[in-house]
């Protein structure tokens, strides 16, 4: 799976920045029949990344791949903040 599809799927959920007032992971439908699971911290705040859910079935957790296999790199992922142009 192609590191920039899976950014563009995490990207199409909008995490809101802050969810509740406790730590939790919040499951999130994004495009292509795709979901997205992502951490909020104690105080609620956008914490990371989690795992990503295909319309398989198929799971993929970047904070549990190797080094060399580039979706790792998604665990830097980061919600883009809203702008007002």
């Known amino acids: 799976m192609e ?9 199409s959920a909008a995490p809101p920045p802050r969810h509740g007032n406790h730590a939790h992971f919040v499951v999130l439908p994004s495009c292509d029949g795709w979901k997205v699971c992502f951490f909020y911290d104690g105080r609620g705040d956008f914490g990371y990344l989690e795992r990503f859910l295909s319309p398989e079935g198929e799971i993929i957790e970047p904070w549990t791949l190797p080094e060399t296999d580039r979706r790792a790199g998604l665990r830097l992922w980061a919600r883009t903040p809203l702008t007002l142009h």
């Open 3 to 11: 590191i920039r599809y899976l950014s563009n799927v995490a990207a």
